[in-house]
């Protein structure tokens, strides 16, 4: 046997594996979740694009990058910050990527001039669509 041959036998199934295809959809947008309410509907005026999602995959890996997560374990609802105004639509299912918010993203709400206080995980969004 040629080296040609014995370096094709051993490095071809290598290179074949390793250019497995991703779905590169679950790459983009990690996260499904249903849209709950838009915040900015419900007498709360915010100085950020805030809306309301159930999480329905990856609850666990969202609550490790969410601002404020401590205490909410169990829950899969959170505040999103960002989502396009066109995804703001009570039950639409939606994908999403999401990161920790900074600091100076956080919104600052207000309900009849007093401050309000969420008491869910804020998430930021990367980018979203409809699924």
């Known amino acids: 046997?040629?080296?040609?041959?014995?370096?094709?036998?051993?490095?071809a199934p290598i290179i074949f594996l390793s250019c497995k295809k991703e779905n590169s959809s679950e790459m983009n947008y990690p996260y499904s979740?249903?849209?709950v309410s838009n915040l900015q509907n419900?007498?709360?005026s915010c100085n950020k694009n805030v809306a309301s999602v159930k999480i329905t995959e990856k609850v666990d890996k969202a609550l490790s990058i969410a601002f404020n997560a401590s205490?909410?374990?169990?829950?899969?609802?959170?505040?999103v910050l960002d989502l396009p105004e066109d995804l703001k639509?009570?039950?639409l299912s939606i994908m999403m990527d999401l990161r920790k918010?900074?600091?100076?993203?956080?919104?600052s709400c207000h309900n009849f001039?007093?401050?309000v206080m969420f008491g869910e995980p804020i998430v930021y969004v990367v980018r979203a669509k409809a699924k």
């Open 1 to 11: 046997m040629t080296r040609r041959n014995v370096f094709t036998l051993l490095f």
């Open 33 to 35: 979740a249903v849209v």
């Open 42 to 44: 419900n007498l709360i």
């Open 71 to 79: 205490g909410h374990e169990q829950d899969s609802i959170f505040i």
């Open 89 to 91: 639509i009570n039950g």
């Open 101 to 107: 918010p900074s600091t100076s993203e956080l919104p």
């Open 113 to 115: 001039e007093m401050p």
